[in-house]
């Protein structure tokens, strides 16, 4: 099972782009990533996965190099309803043991 | 609509009244799971099911138990609740593990034991 290690927290100003790393170092071969946003009283829910390279939809771009060691979730120009807890997840295919990591609160700041 | 539906979404109990928090959803998902969330600890995996009647062990197992009868349910059971298993929880499905696209998450149980 890969273990991912991220920031506990971060702050950042409405309007930036925000980058929060994940690190996977024993990630698996067949092992995706999947990042997670989470509202106080509410269950997280899916923002993006990938597996290499970049992938990017309506709400966030999600870069993992080449080696996969790491990732990195890219939110565009946050606002204040982007303030949560984001989670990211490594899992490979047939994954039902899942190991979440402590998860990033981000607070954004007017 | 497709969600996850949990029941009861705040309980408060006393140590050692067996209690039930129930899980359904609607999408025919075969994975479902449980998680607890304490404060500084993140998502926790108590149990899980890749398909009807087959369940194993998550990272926090003890003091709990499940069943999968059927498809859409997954029940949690706290046979004798005791005050360290004062959490909110959540259950989850997918289509199969948790690669194959997204899991989706129910709104929370709200726990206190008492």
């Known amino acids: 099972l890969a273990k991912t290690t991220q920031p506990i927290s971060m702050d950042s100003y409405e309007g930036q782009e925000v980058n929060i790393t994940c690190s996977h170092n024993n990630i698996a071969t067949n092992d995706y990533i999947t990042w997670y946003q989470q509202f106080p009283s509410q269950g997280p829910r899916f923002i993006i996965q990938?597996?290499?390279t970049k992938v990017t939809n309506e709400v966030a771009s999600l870069f993992i190099p080449a080696d996969r060691k790491s990732s990195t979730l890219s939110l565009p120009r946050v606002s204040l309803s982007d303030t949560a807890v984001y989670y990211c997840l490594a899992s490979g295919a047939g994954s039902y043991q899942l190991t979440f990591g402590k998860g990033t609160k981000l607070s954004v700041i007017p | 609509e497709a969600q996850v539906t949990q029941n009861p979404r705040y309980l408060i109990t006393v140590t050692g009244k067996k209690l039930t928090v129930t899980c359904s959803q609607n999408?025919?998902?075969?994975?479902m799971s449980w998680y607890r969330q304490d404060p500084g600890l993140g998502l926790r995996q108590i149990y899980y099911s890749m398909n009807v009647e087959v369940t194993d062990k998550g990272d926090v197992p003890e003091g709990y138990k499940v069943s999968r009868k059927e498809k859409r349910n997954f029940p949690l059971i706290l046979e004798s609740p005791s005050p360290n298993q004062t959490s909110l929880y959540f259950c989850?499905?997918?289509?199969?593990?948790?690669?194959?696209?997204?899991?989706?998450f129910g709104e929370g149980s709200r726990l206190t034991v008492l």
């Open positions: 989850a499905s997918s289509l199969s593990g948790a690669n194959t696209g997204e899991l989706f």
């Open positions: 990938g597996y290499k």
């Open positions: 999408m025919n998902h075969e994975y």
